[in-house]
């Protein structure tokens, strides 16, 4: 018989698939639809051998859920604007469109090879001008309605890239994407007002995500509920955010963020040197140097503001673990009930005053404490709030009562801001405003977007939008009054794109709006699945952007996906980050040559449970390899495994059990497992091959469920042993077969007979048998018979499931 030979079946399948369009979504087709979608990817090269672990388990789960009778949509685009796309381009001296539809080309051919079910006939990348028009229509869309606008102020900026970069972007004050240091600009920039949504993208109800992802969201939004509370100063009345009001008696200074804009008005001619060099020193660092724990520095300003109840007079500092970007930008310091401002006052001789006093407890020796109290109690000091519960779950009262006396508001602050939209950069949607010396910033028409990026522009980054260099690109006319104007000539953030993407793959070839509405029932998407790296920025948006457009009446859905599951990623063999740099990347394009894709989709989802990941071992791939050879001669050669006995009902069990395994674990997303019983079921199928079952009905079943199974995994192989069985038509269009609740369920037990302490043989009897059947069976094995011949029984025990004993004499 002929061996195993993947290289002599996949690409034929492939082909074959692809012609008669097998995996084309038919949205008419029979079926509840169901959506599922892996986070698309960008076109900077080829597919590498994580992009094999986010496809294939996926691709193996959306199978699964076709064979079940679902209508399944399975698309796949390229996210092709953006940095990395541009800074390759750069690189390879290429013009970025180019290299990047050049590459697209090349990561299709790859997708295919891989065998994945995906519906390329919607396939579309965020670089066509046919989607980013819609980006252009979504952003005047937003303009209207106040949700994006343009601010000048303080952003961040990366030296090397040379563009500016959104607060998600910024990891531990380095570019995301290049590491670099961040710096700060005073820039005017697009904004988009996702803030306006804080509360309600902390509001999961309408989508099942991972509890790392909802906590990461969580806690990037941050809302903290606290009160606002204003204090008289020499510059004017200063409001700051505490979240602590039941601390005001325990305020003895202000501390003001080194940029807060009255810190020049407040600082004394003596004290002018020194702030000046602080704030000097403070702009080189990072929010995260700034808020590290450590030696606490400041400068006094020389001006005293004054206390709203007591009306002493607390110093004004300034310090850098202050940011001027949360709350007001100033803090009245507590230094009994909060740890920074204690470090702050000891570290410069400022006073301490207890406030809070846990009750029943002894007061505070304010001279030499070294821990804040933060926990409840009663407020100890003479006045308005004296003998009020303290502690942070009893602020509302106090507001109450600092409200009455006009000294405080309730106020919830956010750490999210507004994102930051515009790039300085060419490889992006151009921003659709033109600029007219009369009429100012102006929408450009609807009917006549898309604004296209220009080609053969320079476009290596010099700090300035490159766009500003094609002049002639920049001249146009003023959609109010006709006369000259310019266009504006930034670039959108690149997270625009996949902001909306999967709107996009119910009609991509629609040309009245982003999306046809008639299609919205194949909404939400229904399992999303990507890496946890996008945790916020990605998700976060896409969440943003749906809800504006459920506001503007475009779709219904609240949430851009139902459910979202996150794989791990597959390390290097060094257990490293898989990276050029490091050289430890694996190729899959070889693997594939010399093992198939059938092997290395197995070896993919048996490497690691899905979710966690691991490093590659080279080695690891020789089991799956032999695995689908021993399937191949179960089918088409001799699997010469011993001939055992294995009775029908153990036979049928072995394959129902395992079909409502690999159920259970598809649905968890437990592909490894999967994997592993499909291992095991081959044995059994080896071992029943040459036994006397292997004629009757249940192994025909068998044979016939066990090729239904393989094909979510290993569809080349399993669509070979389809047709070479004689079936009609395609494996994958059949349906998956149905638990055999009884045959599942394993009925029999083996136990053990003894005969005079010695066990002495084993029998198969039903969980439920009788004393009598246990006993008749157990006198009915020739090897227990042997030892009761000759013997009188004096006793008989059975222990039902686990043992039976016959106590003999003589
Ligand atoms: C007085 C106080 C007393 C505070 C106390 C805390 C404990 P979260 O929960 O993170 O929102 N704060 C306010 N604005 C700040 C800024 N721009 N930079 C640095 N710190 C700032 O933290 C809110 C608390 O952080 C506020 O409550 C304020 O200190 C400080 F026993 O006010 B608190």
């Known amino acids: 018989a002929e061996r195993y030979n993947p290289h002599a079946i996949e690409g034929k399948w492939q082909e074959a698939w692809a012609k008669s369009g097998l995996y084309t979504f038919d949205e008419n087709a029979p079926g509840e639809k169901f959506y599922a979608l892996t986070m698309f990817p960008y076109p900077s090269g080829n597919l590498h051998v994580g992009h094999w672990y986010a496809v294939v388990a996926p691709d193996a789960r959306a199978r699964w859920m076709r064979m079940r009778g679902f209508n399944v949509l399975f698309p796949m685009g390229f996210d092709a604007f953006g940095l990395p796309a541009e800074n390759a381009a750069i690189k390879n001296r290429a013009d970025p469109a180019k290299w990047t539809y050049k590459n697209i080309e090349y990561m299709v051919g790859q997708f295919g090879r891989m065998g994945t079910m995906i519906d390329w006939s919607r396939r579309f990348a965020t670089s066509d001008p046919e989607y980013y028009r819609w980006n252009q229509w979504f952003f005047i869309q937003f303009y209207k309605r106040g949700l994006a606008y343009k601010k000048g102020g303080l952003v961040n900026w990366c030296p090397k890239d040379q563009t500016v970069l959104a607060n ?54 941050g809302k903290s509920v606290g009160a606002e509370v204003t204090f008289d100063t020499p510059a004017g009345p200063e409001t700051v955010f505490t979240t602590r009001p039941d601390t005001l008696m325990g305020a003895t200074f202000l501390v003001l963020a080194p940029e807060h804009d009255k810190v020049a008005a407040l600082t004394t001619d003596e004290q002018r040197a020194g702030v000046d060099a602080y704030v000097a020193a403070a702009a080189r660092k990072t929010d995260v140097e700034r808020q590290q724990e450590g030696e606490k520095t400041g400068v006094f300003t020389g001006s005293f503001a004054t206390h709203p109840i007591s009306g002493h007079q607390l110093p004004i500092w300034i310090a850098d673990y202050v940011l001027v970007t949360y709350g007001t930008g100033s803090i009245m310091a507590v230094p009994s009930g909060d740890q920074r401002d204690l470090d702050f006052a ?10 809070v006093r846990p009750e029943g407890g002894e007061p505070m020796d304010t001279g030499t404490v070294t821990e804040g109290y933060t926990g409840d109690g009663l407020i100890v000091n003479e006045g308005p709030l004296q003998g009020m519960k303290g502690g942070k779950a009893h602020i509302g009262p106090v507001i109450e009562t600092l409200q009455g006396l006009g000294i405080a508001r309730a106020r919830t602050t956010y750490r999210l801001r507004d994102w930051l939209f515009a790039r300085q950069r060419y490889w992006g ?29 320079e476009f290596t980054p010099t700090g300035q939008s490159p766009l500003k260099l094609d002049t002639e690109w920049v001249k146009t006319t003023c959609p109010v009054c006709g006369g000259p104007a310019e266009r504006d000539t930034d670039t959108m953030d ?22 046809d509405p008639s299609k919205a029932g194949l909404l939400p998407v229904d399992l999303y699945t990507g890496g946890i790296e996008h945790a916020i920025l990605h998700l976060l948006y896409s969440r943003f952007w749906i809800k504006v457009m459920r506001d503007m009446g475009l779709t219904q859905q609240h949430e851009p996906f139902a459910r979202l599951r996150n794989q791990g990623m597959i390390l290097g063999e060094d257990g490293e980050k898989m990276s050029k740099s490091r050289g430890n990347v694996v190729d899959p394009d070889g693997l594939v040559r010399e093992y198939g894709a059938d092997t290395v989709r197995t070896y993919l989802m048996f490497i690691a449970p899905w979710e966690l990941g691991g490093p590659w071992d080279p080695q690891g791939i020789n089991g799956p390899a032999k695995w689908l050879s021993r399937v191949w001669n179960l089918y088409f050669g001799d699997a010469a495994g011993p001939a055992e006995t294995v009775s029908e009902a153990e036979l049928r069990y072995a394959v129902h059990s395992t079909l409502k395994k690999v159920n259970g674990d598809f649905e968890r997303l437990s592909f490894n497992t999967i994997v592993a019983a499909l291992m095991e079921l081959t044995n059994t199928l080896v071992k029943a091959r040459r036994a006397p079952v292997a004629g009757t009905p249940a192994w025909d079943e068998a044979l016939d469920i066990f090729n239904r199974l393989l094909a979510p995994v290993v569809p080349h192989i399993a669509e070979e042993i389809w047709t070479g069985r004689g079936g009609e038509g395609s494996v994958h269009t059949q349906s998956w077969p149905a638990v055999d609740e009884a045959a599942a369920t394993r009925d029999t037990v083996k136990i ?16 439920t048998a009788t004393q009598d059947e246990a006993m008749a069976a157990a006198r009915a094995n020739p090897d227990v018979s042997r030892f009761l011949e000759g013997k009188e029984t004096v006793k008989e025990i059975y222990v039902p499931g686990r043992i039976i004993n016959i106590v003999v004499k003589g």
């Open 494 to 515: 690149t997270f625009v794109d996949s902001s909306w993407y999967m709107y996009r793959f119910l009609s991509p070839d629609y040309h009245q709006g982003p999306f």
């Open 752 to 767: 053990g007979v003894q005969v005079g302490g010695k066990v002495r043989g084993e029998v198969s009897i039903s969980k």
């Open 168 to 221: 998600e972007q910024v990891v531990n004050g380095h570019c995301e994407r290049c590491g670099t240091a961040v710096e700060k600009r005073n820039l005017s920039q697009w904004y988009m007002k996702i803030t306006d949504y804080a509360d309600e993208l902390l509001d999961f109800t309408h989508t099942d995500m991972p509890d790392k992802v909802r906590t990461m969201q969580v806690n990037w939004i």
């Open 429 to 457: 949607t151009p921003i659709p405003f033109v600029y007219c010396p009369e009429h100012g910033a102006q929408p450009v028409p609807e009917d006549q977007l898309p604004v296209r990026l220009p080609e053969n522009v």
């Open 346 to 355: 000891r570290a410069f001789g400022l006073e301490v005053v207890e406030t």
